[in-house]
């Protein structure tokens, strides 16, 4: 299971998941387009109406690995509460949309929505390549709506050396604090990464 870093790193990973208003994924993916910083996105594939328009932009991150996609599964299945075979069938739906939308496989990087797992869900994930269960230490607290002062405190609490930051493309309110993050990250010498980079994977063609 990953929830950081190694310690002693300076690297942060932005992990941005789900993806249900296309504000907010149009804000990101311009976040990482300006600032350069690297971004892995861990999208739900029931949201390809905002991120299927925006493949081509993506793809060309993507290709020199600014960009990292994860798998979140397609429905944004809770794995605790759903049987083997609908767990696999999920994962599996979310990687052939990932892998004919951006050209790459998610592999091995799986987070379970709510971070719900246990010994079977990891075993199946496993046996379908996923063998990095990917939670988090930190979080932006955006899965839904939330005040932009509290979003920022969490953010200056959260943005912290070895951090593997959990963020949503769901809520606008985070659009206005993203220069904000991006600040925090450079004044604490903090060095943006991917969770290949953070962790020594690589992509693989889909
Ligand atoms: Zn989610």
């Not at 870093?5 to 300006?34: H, K, M, N, P, W």
């Not at 990687?95 to 987070?111: M, N, S």
């Not at 963020?167 to 969770?195: F, K």
């Amino acid at each position: 299971m990953l929830y950081a870093a190694a310690e002693g790193s300076r690297q942060i990973a932005l992990t941005i998941d789900d993806g249900y208003s296309d504000d907010c994924v149009e804000g990101y993916l311009r976040f990482a387009e300006q600032s350069g910083i690297p971004v892995t996105f861990l999208p739900n594939g029931i949201y390809a109406d905002t991120w299927d328009p925006r493949a081509e932009r993506l793809r060309s991150l993507i290709e020199t690995g600014q960009v990292q996609i994860g798998n979140h599964t397609m429905s944004h299945l809770n794995l605790l509460e759903s049987d083997n075979a609908t767990i696999r069938a999920d994962i599996e739906a979310n990687e052939q949309w990932i892998q004919r939308v951006f050209g790459v496989t998610a592999r091995p990087y799986l987070r379970p929505p709510y971070g719900a797992r246990d010994d079977r869900t990891d075993r199946i994930a496993a046996d379908l390549g996923y063998t990095r269960i990917t939670m988090w230490n930190g979080t932006l607290g955006d899965s839904g709506a939330i005040d932009p002062a509290v979003l920022m405190d969490l953010a200056r609490t959260h943005v912290q050396p070895g951090a593997i930051v959990l963020g949503h493309a769901n809520s606008p309110t985070v659009l206005g604090l993203l220069d904000g993050v991006r600040d925090l990250i450079i004044e604490r010498d903090l060095q943006p990464v991917t969770l290949d980079t953070m962790f020594g994977t690589s992509r693989a063609q889909g």
